[in-house]
């Protein structure tokens, strides 16, 4: 589901990032990123970059957590992208499309990572990276359109089958602990 009030390919970027997850109904953390890293047709279905040669399983896996951890702590971003450009080598390009400058790698060796780390920069520079973060709940990551920029978590009400509720949830247990004393 694209987001609301995101800008290019922001929410590939978060779809990404959220190939490791603590789904509300089991609690448990999952961590789909391998299986997608073996099964083109289900990456193809997903991302619209292709894997490379050298998108090895390690480096894909320590990318989406280097990414995880910027957005979480937004102090660690400088250093987490800059690791991650001098590791790839990333050539760069920029290409105007429907009026609006774009990024795009130019190293094809690197592909997935190229693009991946393209639409971290993007969103760096377009000033949406501050709008990225993790549920303070269940460490889903979301686009957050408040216009103070202050969302905890990823949702108030559940909304679907595969909606969240966390911030609803965190209320009720600080309500409960409340009342208990």
Excluded: Y
């Amino acid at each position: 589901m694209p987001l609301a009030g995101a800008t290019g390919h922001l929410d590939h970027l978060r779809q990404f990032v959220n190939t490791w997850s603590i789904p509300n109904d089991t609690r448990v953390a999952t961590d789909v990123l391998p299986g997608l890293l073996g099964d083109s047709a289900a990456w193809n279905a997903l991302f619209p970059f292709a894997l490379g040669a050298h998108d090895s399983r390690k480096a894909m896996l320590q990318l989406r957590d280097d990414l995880r951890a910027a957005i979480a702590d937004p102090s660690q971003v400088q250093d987490t992208l800059n690791t991650w450009l001098q590791k790839a080598a990333l050539g760069m390009t920029v290409e105007v499309q429907d009026g609006l400058p774009v990024l795009h790698p130019t190293n094809p060796r690197h592909s997935a990572q190229g693009a991946i780390l393209v639409m971290a920069l993007e969103a760096v520079a377009q000033g949406d990276w501050v709008r990225l973060k993790c549920c303070a709940d269940c460490q889903w990551c979301f686009f957050d359109t408040s216009k103070n920029r202050s969302k905890r978590w990823c949702g108030m009400s559940k909304g679907g089958p595969e909606g969240r509720a966390c911030g609803t949830i965190a209320k009720v247990r600080s309500f409960r602990e409340r009342q208990k004393g």
